[in-house]
């Protein structure tokens, strides 16, 4: 109910939005069609967080792989009939459909039952997932400032290389994030022992450092190579930018972790202040060194932020649980 109060807010204004703005058709049909997919997405999103709070992580596993297949399909044809925009978004909102009646059918299959809540309760949790929301929309808006933090420093030629190197480190905070919130059910479990969340953690850090750490030196003397296969020639200034923001990747796996550990042990106002003063910081190292020295700038400003932040959260989840995380030294070899 509370996502349907939400989402319904939503679709208001974004009407009165359109309805004062005087926008022509094709505006109608394309809102309308990322609002419906949008909409879709968010209440299969809700099943998601149902499963993966039962640990039913292979049907999830099953209908996102059954999903992305038909949109790789649907896309693909798009792309070789030479459809419209208006098609391809269709395409989307099918794929999406299919998703939310994948998911809506897995929920009942495993006994879970809907009832209609009363409104109060609704009302209550929306007032206690307000620091959750806050803070993951402020973990959002980290990722999107370098780019438009540094749009109003340099030329458009730069922000395009710097854009094109960006699109992997997004991908990488994707990654990272789908690991915490995949591991947060489990945390949440444990956190009633905080030896035994130690030690989880400290498990999954050293497992996350003997991968991330190995791949990430990899990838920095592969991406050059791989932007310029992607993108062409003309962007082999983004493949050195890559290089350097993919040293970031590690930082931002153990931040993912850290930061799930702190919701799963209720300290909701701590997270919320943590993204609060993070943000703040990378939008303020970001300009600095953006201002002086543009994309490279802004491409140490990630580096910094990331393994400062990765150094506080370690600092704090180690008083806070009285347990060492330990990374062994071969995890780093």
Known sequence: MSKVILCSFAVVVLFAVAVYGDFPRIYW?????????????????????????LFKMHLIGIIQTFHGGVLFLGIGIAFVQHWSVVTLLEILVAGQTLKLLFMSTAVPWIRIRPRWPVFSTCFALMRRSIPL??????ANLIV?????????????????????ADNLLVVAYLAAWLLGSV????MVQLSDSVERLGQFMSRW???????????????????????TT?????????????SWMILACPF????????HHTIATGAKLAYLKIMFVATLFAIVLTYLLGHHFGAAGVTAAIVIRESLLSVVLWLRHSRSSGVDVEIEVSALS
Request: charged fraction near 10%; glycine fraction near 8%.
């Open 29 to 53: 049909v394309v809102g309308g069609l990322i609002t419906l997919r949008t909409l879709m997405q968010s209440c299969s999103q809700l099943q998601i967080a149902i499963l993966k709070s």
């Open 252 to 259: 931002i796996a153990f931040n993912s972790l850290f930061l």
């Open 144 to 164: 999107r400032a370098d780019v438009v933090v540094l749009s109003l420093l340099v030329q458009l030629p730069e922000i395009g290389q710097f854009s094109a």
């Open 133 to 138: 929301g806050l803070g993951y929309a402020l």
């Open 183 to 186: 591991l947060l059910p489990e």
């Open 205 to 227: 850090i050293q497992l996350t450092s003997k991968i991330a750490v190995p791949a990430a030196l990899i990838l920095f003397l592969t991406a050059p190579r791989a932007i």
């Open 230 to 242: 992607l993108y062409g020639p003309d962007f082999a200034h983004a493949g050195v930018l890559a």
